[in-house]
């Protein structure tokens, strides 16, 4: 099992699905404008330019004698008076659905492209730039964008459904697990299941979550998906023909003992990976030093013999 940092939702970063648009009712001031808001240009503005423009009203051009200012995360509201009696409220972002758009946007973008707030926050802070706090950006992911990752997850789940029924061949699949964090005190761990057939584009078939408390201990985890994929992939009556895994002892032991029908077979690049591990640890010990100049002819004569035999299989494992 590879550890890999979880940024929940943890399906969307390993999925095939990239989200284009946040589907949101446009207000009536900006019915008719071009631009869709994640595609209208955004400038980094200082206060002192601002405040030099709203001198003088907006709607006559008299001089402004009250200015309040607010903030809400990246929005900036100016509430102006001016000398010829109008109550103005500028706003520094287009809003939709009483939702600020540069909040929802930098939230977006945050989950998106897989950063973390924290990193975020750092950024803005380090040059005094607004942002929404922690709990601002949690509230619109959760309201707003999880429900749309949930959305675009489960249409391309039935679509690559469909393409694995049109395909006439035993279906070839890689699996693998990983955790959010490492050794033994992992919290989630998820498993992902990948259509490699030949002649198919890969694409991923089927994707577990499993929280520790659902299983005796974290170990288990990893198992736990695989079962829960084959079981979603299974009750679509699509039949599975090959699996091929990482050496997860349990993961082998399980494949042989519930699943005898499905071929199991070791991918080799973890094999490769494990033996050389091993051999690094052996070349240190005394007596063995010469080891260490073979390690990688080692590797790559395993690598050159699977060019000529396709297929590895768990039992052949030693
Ligand atoms: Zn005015």
């Known amino acids: 099992m590879d550890w890999v940092p979880v940024i929940l939702p943890m399906h969307f970063q390993v999925s095939n699905v990239k989200v284009k648009h946040i589907v949101l009712i446009p207000d009536k001031k900006r019915k008719g404008e071009a631009l869709e808001p994640e595609v209208e240009p955004k400038f980094i503005v200082f206060e002192a330019q601002l405040k030099q423009l709203m001198k003088f009203?907006?709607?006559c051009g008299s001089p402004v004698i009250d200015r309040k200012k607010s903030v809400s995360g990246s929005h900036l509201t100016f509430h102006l008076q001016c000398h010829a009696g109008h109550d103005v409220a500028w706003v520094s972002q287009p809003t939709v659905n009483y939702v600020r758009m540069g909040n929802l946007l930098l939230a977006a973008a945050t989950l998106f492209n897989g950063l973390t707030f924290s990193r975020m926050e750092e950024l803005a802070k380090s040059i005094n730039l607004a942002f929404p706090t922690?709990?601002?950006c949690t509230k619109l992911q959760r309201k707003w964008l999880h429900p749309v990752i949930d959305q675009e997850w489960k249409q391309e789940v039935e679509?690559?459904?469909e393409e694995t029924r049109q395909q006439h061949q035993a279906l070839c699949l890689a699996g693998d697990g990983r955790s959010d964090s490492p050794g033994f005190n992992a919290h989630y761990g998820s498993y992902t299941l990948m259509n490699i057939s030949p002649d198919v584009a890969p694409k991923i078939?089927?994707?577990e979550l499993v929280d520790v408390a659902e299983v005796p201990n974290s170990?288990?985890?990893?198992?736990?998906?695989?079962?829960?994929?084959?079981?979603?992939?299974?009750a679509e009556n699509i039949?599975?023909?090959?699996?091929?895994?990482?050496q997860h002892m349990t993961v082998q032991k399980i494949m042989r003992t519930e699943y005898p029908k499905i071929d199991h077979q070791l991918d080799l690049w973890h094999v490769s990976k494990n033996l050389t591990k091993k051999m690094t640890a052996k070349a240190k010990q005394r007596g063995m030093e010469e080891l260490g100049d073979w390690i990688r002819c080692i590797s790559n004569h395993l690598w050159m013999l699977n060019s000529g035999c396709p297929t590895?299989?768990?039992?052949?494992?030693?």
Do not use: F, N, Q, Y
């Open 57 to 59: 009203c907006p709607e």
């Open 134 to 136: 922690s709990r601002a």
């Open 159 to 161: 679509s690559v459904v």
């Open 205 to 207: 078939l089927s994707m």
């Open 219 to 234: 170990a288990h985890m990893e198992t736990e998906g695989l079962k829960r994929c084959i079981a979603s992939i299974e």
């Open 239 to 246: 039949s599975i023909g090959t699996i091929t895994t990482d």
């Open 312 to 318: 590895m299989h768990s039992s052949e494992d030693k």
